[in-house]
């Protein structure tokens, strides 16, 4: 990462990036210790969990799936279809349904009495109570990965802040990209309890070179970050 000039940032954004930088250098010691020419020939299970945050708009998803499996939410199904589809809110499932996504493709989901004609769904047990995004980080730390990549979990809104970050915003069950930011405070909470219960694994979150880094996610051992650019290096992405 280049030299950071400070004049150009706010206090915060100039802390989440010092915050970036430190990370970043400290993920790709350990991540040239293995190239991923040896990864490949090892087959080192790997996975990838997408968030909608807009900082995953620039990587394909298909790209990540020749890398290792990959779990999505929501709307992602319109355009790709994921290893595991999670979704939980209600819309969403009738949307699903309706255009019978569930039938060909590993759907999950929470119980629902309003689900209960609907052929295909996956549900967890006990439900999770959770929102898509952790459930989906749940679920692949479940799966015997030594690394999950996070993508799109991006927490603070636009626009400093202030707007709703989402890359499906503007469409059908998604607020508009001019509303207010929803909260991310449960998100934050649910992403954490996840990372901690699952020390064996190591989560790397993948964000915008001025991507907000909550300080709950800089105290956690497993949990590194690095941007974008970066983890595209490394995996010989477009």
């Given at each position: 990462m280049?030299?950071?000039?400070?004049t150009?940032?706010?206090?915060?954004?100039?802390?989440?990036l010092?915050?970036a930088?430190?990370?970043?250098k400290a993920?790709?010691?350990?991540?040239?210790s293995?190239?991923i020419?040896?990864?490949?020939?090892?087959?080192t299970?790997?996975?990838f969990?997408?968030?909608?945050?807009?900082?995953?708009?620039g990587?394909?998803?298909i790209a990540?799936?020749?890398?290792?499996?990959?779990?999505?939410?929501n709307?992602?199904?319109?355009?790709?279809?994921p290893?595991?589809?999670?979704a939980v809110d209600?819309?969403m499932?009738?949307?699903?349904?309706?255009?019978g996504?569930q039938?060909?493709?590993?759907?999950?989901?929470?119980?629902?009495?309003l689900?209960s004609?609907?052929?295909?769904?996956?549900?967890?047990?006990p439900s999770k109570?959770w929102?898509s995004?952790?459930t989906?980080l749940w679920?692949?730390s479940q799966h015997?990965?030594?690394?999950?990549?996070?993508l799109?979990?991006?927490?603070?809104?636009?626009?400093s802040?202030?707007t709703?970050n989402?890359?499906?915003a503007?469409?059908?069950?998604?607020k508009r990209s001019?509303d207010?930011?929803?909260?991310?405070g449960?998100?934050?909470?649910q992403?954490?309890?996840?990372?901690?219960?699952?020390?064996r694994?190591k989560?790397?979150?993948?964000i915008?070179?001025d991507n907000?880094?909550?300080?709950?996610l800089?105290?956690i051992a497993?949990?590194t970050h690095i941007t974008v650019?970066?983890?595209?290096?490394?995996?010989?992405l477009?």
């Open positions: 280049a030299k950071i000039d400070k150009q940032y706010t206090k915060d954004q100039y802390k989440a010092k915050a930088a430190k990370a970043e993920a790709s010691k350990i991540v040239s293995i190239p020419q040896e990864h490949l020939r090892l087959k299970p790997i996975s969990v997408l968030g909608n945050g807009t900082s995953r708009d990587i394909d998803p990540l799936q020749k890398l290792g499996k990959v779990y999505g939410c709307a992602l199904y319109r355009s790709f279809s290893d595991y589809l999670i209600t819309k499932i009738v949307e699903i349904n309706k255009a996504y039938k060909t493709n590993q759907v999950w989901t929470n119980p629902n009495k689900y004609s609907m052929e295909g769904f996956n549900f967890f047990q109570g929102s995004g952790p989906a679920l692949a015997n990965y030594t690394t999950i990549y996070i799109g979990f991006d927490y603070k809104g636009n626009n802040g202030k709703f989402n890359i499906y503007d469409t059908e069950n998604y001019n207010t930011a929803t909260y991310y449960n998100w934050l909470r992403t954490k309890n996840v990372i901690e219960s699952n020390g694994i989560y790397v979150r993948v915008a070179p907000f880094i909550p300080d709950e800089n105290k497993n949990l650019d970066t983890f595209k290096k490394m995996y010989s477009p």
